[in-house]
């Protein structure tokens, strides 16, 4: 069982910037495909990036430009940069590994951009 632990999220002005990151437990996450998901209230939840696990990536068109997904597969972990936020990129925020076989998502963590 692979679990996953998610932190960064928070409150910023719009502009600012975070950085989230998932922690997986276990020896697959160097295997796997590592995605960041977000879930506005009322709205279904949408894949923001992924990031395979040679370091392709692919981005929503609403974050292009301005967020990064990246990882470091000795620490088991990845990351979503987040610059120049905006008040529709209020969401909670989900870290999912999937393989061929399994996938795992985290807890969610809030990002709330307000002034």
């Known amino acids: 069982q692979v679990q996953l632990v998610e932190s960064g999220g928070g409150l910023v002005q719009p502009g600012g910037s975070l950085r989230l990151s998932c922690t997986a437990s276990g020896s697959i996450f160097r295997f796997s495909i590592l995605g960041w998901y977000r879930q506005a209230p009322g709205k279904e939840r949408e894949e923001v990036a992924t990031?395979?696990?040679?370091?392709?990536?692919t981005y929503a068109d609403s974050v292009k430009g301005r967020f990064t997904i990246s990882r470091d597969n000795a620490m088991n972990t990845g990351y979503l940069q987040m610059n120049s936020l905006k008040p529709e990129d209020t969401a909670v925020y989900y870290c999912?590994?999937?393989?061929?076989?399994?996938?795992?998502w985290g807890q969610g963590t809030q990002v709330t951009v307000s002034s």
């Open positions: 999912n590994v999937r393989t061929l076989s399994s996938t795992y």
């Open positions: 990031i395979t696990s040679r370091g392709i990536t």
